[in-house]
C-alpha cells in the first residue's frame, strides 16, 4: 500500500487526496451525506419510543393480565438491562465488523423483538423479548454514534451526532401521540406492531443509503476495500482515492479493549462516569415528572403532558447544542448545560401546584438534561479514535444505562421515606453537577472552531453544507 501525501488539491469545493478519510473530512458535505446522518435520527428515535412504549403499554398488560405493582416493575426494567449489555458488549462487534452489518442486524433482532412481544401470554417470555429488543437498540446506539461521526466532514462533526441524538426525544414525542391514537380503538399490542413496523421500515432505508463508512474500510482494509471506498465517494459526490492510506504496524495491532489501556482509560473511566451520574438526573425527570404533576392534583393527561413539554425543550435543546458546537468547543459546552440542568432540576423541586409553571420547568428541564446527553455523545465519537469508536461509545452507554435504573429508583425510595420535593430534586439534580466535574478533568483535543473555518474556507465554495 502506498503510503498517503500531505499535499491535498482543492477541485470545485472538493478535496482531493490519497486518503479517502481526508477527502470526507475537508470537503463539502453532500446530499448523501446528509440523507444518512438523517437517517441515524430516526433510528436513535427507535430507542425513545421504546422506553416510552412499554410505559404506555404497562397499564394495559397489568389490567389484562392482572399483574401486581412489583411484577409490572420488573417487566419496565428488562429492556434497560439489555440495552446496557448490548451497549457494551456489541459496541465492540461494530468497530470489528463494521457499522453497516451491526445496524442491519440490530435492526431485524429490534423488529423481531416487538413484534413477539405481541404473541406472549406470560410475564416470563414478555420479559425476555424486552430484553432481546434491547440488546438490538444498545447495539444500534454504539453503532450510529460511530456513523454519524464518521459521515460527516470535520467541521460538521459535532453538530451530525448532536442531531442524531436528538432522535431520543422525537422518538418520545412522535411516538407517544401516535400510540395514545391507537389506543382508544385498539389494545396494548398494538404499540409494539407500530415500534415492529417502524423498525422494518428503516431496514432497506439502512440497507440502501448508508455504505460501510469509509472511515472503518480505510482502517480495517478488508478485501475490496478500496473499490468499495471510492464507490461510497462516488455516491457522495466527491473525488475517488487512487491507493488506501498506509496502516502502521502500531495501527495495525490496535484492539477494541484498547479504552482500556493507559492511552485512553482515563477517558473511558472519565465519561462513562459522567454519563452514568448525568443520566440519573435525566431518567429522575423522565420517570417522575408525570407522578409528581398528578401527586400535586392534577390529572394523568396533565402528567403526560408535562413530561412531552420536557421532551420538546429536549429536541430543542439538543438541535440548539448542536448549532452551538459550530462556535464553541463542545467540552466547555456539555459542561455548562450540565450545570445548567442542575439548576433546573432544583427549581423544578421549588415549584408548587401550578400546572403553567409545571410545564414551563419541565421544559427547561428536558432542555438541559438532553442537550448535556447529546454533548457526551458528541464527546464519545470526538474522545475515540475510529478502532475503538463504537466499543467506547458502547461502554459509555451502557454503564449509563445503569444511571437510568438508579435515578428513579433512588427517587423513589426517597419519596417513600417522607424526603420532601425540594430535597429529592436537589439530590438527583446533583447527578449533573458530578458529571461535570468529572468531565473538568477530561482531556479532550479540541481545534480552535477558527481554524477549522480556516481550514476549510478555500474548499467550502457555496456553503459547508453544499450539494455535490
Known amino acids: 500500500m502506498l503510503p ?25 458535505m453532500t446530499r448523501f451525506q446528509i440523507f444518512a446522518v438523517a437517517i441515524t435520527i430516526a433510528l436513535n428515535a427507535l430507542d425513545g419510543f421504546d422506553v416510552l412504549s412499554i410505559s404506555i403499554a404497562g397499564s394495559g398488560i397489568r389490567e389484562e393480565w392482572g399483574l401486581g405493582a412489583d411484577a409490572l416493575g420488573f417487566v419496565l426494567t428488562m429492556e434497560l438491562i439489555g440495552m446496557a449489555i448490548g451497549s457494551v458488549v456489541l459496541g465492540g462487534v461494530a468497530d470489528k465488523i463494521g457499522r453497516r452489518p451491526m445496524m442491519l442486524g440490530c435492526l431485524i433482532v429490534m423488529a423481531s423483538g416487538m413484534f413477539m412481544v405481541t404473541t406472549t401470554t406470560s410475564i416470563v417470555v414478555l420479559s425476555i423479548w424486552r430484553v432481546i429488543t434491547g440488546l438490538g437498540i444498545g447495539g444500534m446506539l454504539a453503532a450510529i454514534n460511530a456513523v454519524a461521526a464518521e459521515y460527516s466532514n470535520a467541521k ?16 418520545v414525542v412522535v411516538g407517544g401521540l401516535i400510540s395514545a391514537r391507537l389506543l382508544q380503538t385498539f389494545d396494548w399490542r398494538s404499540v409494539f406492531y407500530l415500534g415492529a413496523a417502524m423498525t422494518a421500515v428503516l431496514i432497506p ?16 482494509q478488508p478485501t475490496g476495500a478500496l473499490e468499495k471506498i471510492n464507490h461510497t465517494l462516488t455516491r457522495m459526490g466527491h473525488p475517488t482515492a487512487t491507493a488506501l492510506p498506509e496502516i502502521s504496524h ?25 454519563y452514568f451520574f448525568h443520566i440519573t438526573t435525566f431518567y429522575f425527570v423522565v420517570k417522575w415528572v408525570p407522578t409528581i404533576t398528578v401527586d400535586f392534583g392534577f390529572t394523568q393527561p396533565d402528567g403526560a403532558l408535562a413530561l412531552t413539554w420536557a421532551m420538546v425543550g429536549g429536541a430543542l435543546g439538543g438541535a440548539t447544542l448542536g448549532f452551538l458546537t459550530l462556535k464553541y468547543g463542545i467540552k466547555g459546552l456539555t459542561i455548562t448545560t450540565m450545570v445548567l440542568s442542575t439548576v433546573l432540576v432544583i427549581l423544578f423541586g421549588r415549584t408548587g401546584p401550578d400546572l403553567g409553571a409545571i410545564y414551563m420547568l419541565s421544559f427547561g428541564c428536558g432542555f438541559f438534561t438532553n442537550a448535556a446527553i447529546v454533548g457526551m455523545y458528541a464527546i464519545f465519537a470526538h474522545a475515540y479514535p475510529t478502532h475503538v469508536r463504537a466499543t467506547g461509545t458502547g461502554f459509555a452507554i451502557g454503564t449509563g444505562r445503569g444511571g437510568s ?18 430535597n429529592v430534586a436537589l439530590v438527583l439534580g446533583f447527578g449533573s453537577l458530578i458529571a ?11 481545534e480552535p472552531p477558527e481554524a477549522v473555518l480556516a481550514e476549510q474556507s478555500e474548499a467550502e465554495g457555496q456553503g459547508e453544507f453544499a450539494v455535490g
Open 405 to 422: 435504573v438508579v435515578g428513579p429508583v433512588v427517587a423513589g425510595f426517597l419519596f417513600e421515606g417522607g424526603v420532601t420535593l425540594p
Open 4 to 28: 498517503c501525501p500531505d499535499n491535498n488539491a482543492v477541485e470545485g469545493g472538493n478535496v482531493v487526496s490519497n486518503d479517502p478519510r481526508e477527502i470526507i473530512s475537508k470537503s463539502s
Open 205 to 220: 432505508m439502512v440497507y440502501f443509503f448508508v455504505p460501510e463508512t469509509v472511515h472503518w474500510l480505510a482502517r480495517k
Open 250 to 274: 502500531e495501527e495495525s495491532k490496535a484492539s477494541v479493549l484498547d479504552i482500556f489501556k493507559p492511552a485512553f482509560i482515563a477517558t473511558t473511566l472519565l465519561v462513562a462516569g459522567a
Open 436 to 446: 461535570a466535574g468529572l468531565l473538568v478533568f477530561l482531556k479532550l483535543k479540541e
Open 156 to 171: 460538521r462533526k459535532h453538530l451530525s451526532v448532536s442531531l442524531m441524538s436528538i432522535g431520543y426525544p422525537v422518538g
